[in-house]
């Protein structure tokens, strides 16, 4: 959690100037709310490289494929779950959603996301938002959250406790508070698709499944 914040702090802005820099990057062509989500993206894989290689590369503690439930590749039991934990998710989510409208008196279920998609745009912004957020990002999350947190954390304090912290950690991430609770949700179904398949993958699948449902909601009229 520290090197996520630190990463969105400071780290991926220097890197992006310093690729820019270097001529290794030029989105001069995108408008500020791809950026804004090239950035996001780079947080994520930042996160990742930083979390995972370097104790690696300096020997504090290895981090094998198995721990981060990409052991094996995706089969098509994984293609099979993933869509099928959105029943669950829907679920879950509409329950939590509707016992905080109950009982938190300032929670605003109509809150959305800012992701800057309804002012994204068109054409090559268009696709390369869609990549990153449909594809990149799941993949990047699940790798971090239910592959690196969830295998560390299981291997002390259980399934349910892990299962339980790893979400609220998502949650926390996204920031608001209807955002966290939709997001608690899912986590929990892709930890329990984690403990049922053995791996990450059918999570990943339902990661992108959601995310293609958001993303297309919002913004498939620019299609």
Excluded at 50 to 62: D, G, L, S
Excluded at 85 to 97: L, R
Excluded at 141 to 158: C, N, S
Excluded at 182 to 200: H, N
Aim: with cysteine.
């Amino acid at each position: 959690m520290v090197v996520y914040y630190l990463v969105q702090s400071i780290l991926a802005v220097i890197v992006l100037d310093i690729l820019k820099l270097l001529g290794l990057l030029d989105y001069s062509n995108l408008r500020n709310e791809t950026k804004a989500i090239v950035g996001a993206t780079l947080i994520y894989v930042m996160t990742l490289a930083i979390t995972i290689f370097v104790p690696a590369m300096v020997k504090v503690k290895r981090v094998d494929l198995k721990q981060l439930g990409l052991q094996r590749v995706m089969s098509w039991s994984d293609l099979l779950y993933g869509p099928l934990g959105f029943i669950p998710y829907i679920i879950a989510s509409t329950i939590i959603t509707v016992l905080a409208i109950q009982f938190i008196p300032w929670f605003n279920p109509s809150q959305t996301q800012d992701l800057g998609l309804l002012s994204v745009g068109s054409g090559m912004n268009a696709f390369i938002a869609f990549v990153l957020l449909v594809f990149i990002a799941p993949f990047a999350e699940e790798t971090l959250f239910r592959g690196y947190l969830y295998g560390k954390v299981k291997g002390y304090v259980g399934v349910v406790a892990a299962t339980l912290f790893v979400s609220v950690c998502f949650g926390a991430v996204h920031g608001q508070w209807n955002v966290a609770i939709d997001v608690f949700a899912l986590s929990v179904v892709l930890c329990g698709l984690r403990e049922i398949t053995g791996s990450i993958w059918a999570g990943i699948v339902l990661h992108m499944v959601k995310n293609t449902v958001a993303f297309m909601a919002l913004y498939a009229y620019f299609f």
